[in-house]
């Protein structure tokens, strides 16, 4: 059977048998093999922790595989997942908030999205402390491993045929749950070792990007968020994962993970990704329709999201463009003009990259998230991008065969190309140039990082290049009008909730210092 068909089929029955059975599961050994000082921080000095989790599952649990694996003495199926945890030295120091990260292809995230600094954005995989935003609020953090050859040992077994071992990486979504389950409300293990967190968690938030944000979105879809009546994660932070699942409920022989690949300009028709249910709102209807209460949730897209990877159909799932309705406890924000991921260059993409800044963003929402939750007081409303249907298929990444139906939309743009509506970060509100979709070649490596176009110094150099776009110099009378701009566009999103006041004053700062602008006089600079 080839991949497409076992995708297919691992979809079709996730329809037969519903969402995960609560069953008899659970961490059995915490191993924190090394603990070493992270640094020191306002809620005081941190710490980082690396190790093992290790646990057992039920041989009759929904995950598709996990009966055909040898038990252990206890009837059960062990696994092992790594585990890496960043805390307060004196967990009295902590704000009361377990904030799990889940791993994309095994790269840490949590950093890279709320401490990465604005001139050198973090990829994922580090561990440096950037701007110390999650420690100096008190935040633990903990990443836990879940995919096949990432850092997670699943288990298998060996296929019919008596040679192919193959893994159940289903189990990756009970990896998660236990392991959350335990930092939050164990005090120890079965040998009798101290959960560190035990006692000083009061909820639990979990967050995930591009695939790792459809990691969670599956994990709630099926049923994983709750175990034997108690809820995993109060809340969500959803970052780019567009219209997508994750399809992990299958066996795999690896050694890829099936939770590595997405759909293409390439490969559009790639099973597994874009599923039913493709709209949010029907997503989450399956989950209350168990009579499950919903985490808080907070979804962050970005504009190329709807160009690479179909977030539309988030909106108005598999036919016409009607949207639907946002569930009260959901949020939904669309960070105009923002790339999905922002690198410094590719140079196997031939146009410069996309270099919104939408750490600040993240930051200022995790704490408005953390509040909905511990207080109930709610977040600033859903803000998103009026939409139109892709003019051609050469627009957007056109929808899949089997959702003949759907009508892949992008975001309505103003005279300059640029989006309108959203989340409006001050460099898109007071901008120095058109933020793009997509890059050049649609290339699985280019399509996520966007593009960025400057506007032409002056009338005459854009005139004499074709450009229609205003340029420098018939836009901002000297660097003060430029900055005055900038200043009332993050003072906005402040006060709205979008922005937290260092980074407005950041914000600021490098709008000041723009080489756009001369260094002295107010003047336009020529370089």
């Known amino acids: 059977m080839n991949d497409r068909l076992i995708r297919g089929a691992a979809f079709m029955w996730l329809a037969a048998v519903g969402a995960a059975l609560p069953a008899a599961a659970e961490v059995t050994r915490l191993e924190l093999t090394g603990t070493k000082p992270y640094g020191k921080f306002l809620a005081g000095d941190y710490v980082i922790s690396e190790g093992w989790v290790r646990g057992e599952l039920a041989r009759n649990e929904a995950i598709p595989g996990i009966d055909k694996v040898a038990p252990n003495a ?291 929402l995790l704490l408005r998230l953390d509040e909905w939750v511990a207080s109930g007081r709610e977040p600033p409303e859903s803000k998103m991008m009026p939409l139109e249907p892709a003019p051609s298929l050469s627009a957007a990444l056109p929808a899949p065969a089997h959702v003949p139906r759907a009508v892949i939309q992008i975001p309505r743009r103003d005279a300059d190309g640029n989006a309108i509506g959203g989340v409006r970060l001050p460099d898109l509100a007071a901008p120095l140039g058109t933020y793009l979709g997509l890059n050049e070649p649609r290339s699985r490596g280019c399509m996520l990082i966007g593009a960025y176009l400057p506007f032409a110094y002056s009338k005459a150099g854009r005139e004499g290049s074709g450009d229609p776009r205003l340029s420098l110099t018939e836009r901002y009378a000297n660097r003060d009008a430029y900055v005055e701009r900038v200043r009332g566009a993050a003072r906005l999103l402040q006060g709205e909730g979008f922005l937290l006041p260092e980074d407005t004053a950041i914000i600021i700062q490098a709008a000041a210092s723009s080489k756009a602008f001369a260094t002295s006089g107010g003047g336009l600079d020529r370089r």
Not at 82 to 101: E, F, H, Q, W, Y
Not at 119 to 138: A, K, N
Not at 281 to 286: E, I, P, S, T, W
Not at 344 to 364: K, M
């Open 74 to 364: 206890r009837g059960r199926v062990n696994y092992s997942a790594r585990i890496v945890l960043i805390r307060p030295a004196d967990m009295s120091k902590a704000n009361g908030t377990l904030l799990v990260d889940v791993p994309n292809r095994g790269n840490a995230y949590a950093e890279a999205l709320y401490n990465s600094p604005r001139d050198g954005p973090y990829q994922s995989g580090t561990f440096e402390q950037g701007t110390g935003f999650l420690q100096d609020h008190g935040f633990t953090v903990a990443e836990v491993y879940w995919e096949m050859g990432k850092g997670a040992e699943l288990p298998a077994f060996i296929d019919a045929d008596g040679k192919t071992r193959r893994y159940v990486e289903g189990a990756g979504f009970a990896i998660m749950r236990d392991a959350a389950l335990f930092l939050a409300h164990a005090n120890g293990d079965s040998t009798g070792a101290a959960n560190p967190l035990a006692g000083w968690v009061k909820r639990v938030l979990a967050s995930g990007k591009s695939q790792s944000g459809r990691f969670l979105k599956s994990f709630l879809l099926n049923g994983f968020n709750m175990a034997n009546g108690q809820r995993v994660f109060d809340g969500m932070q959803i970052f780019v994962s567009g219209s997508g699942l994750l399809p992990i409920l299958q066996t795999g022989a690896g050694p890829e993970s099936s939770a590595n690949g997405i759909p293409t300009f390439d490969e559009p028709d790639m099973r597994g990704v874009n599923e039913e249910p493709l709209a949010l709102a029907d997503l989450l209807g399956k989950v209350t329709a168990r009579g499950e209460a919903l985490p808080k949730m907070m979804f962050q897209n970005s504009m190329t999201d709807f160009y690479a990877i179909r977030t539309s159909l988030s909106r108005t799932g598999a036919s016409g463009t009607v949207e639907h309705p946002v569930p009260d406890s959901v949020r939904i924000y669309d960070m105009a003009g923002t790339s999905h991921v922002v690198v410094p260059r590719n140079p196997a993409c031939t146009l410069p990259p996309n270099p919104l800044d939408w750490a600040p963003v993240s930051r200022a």
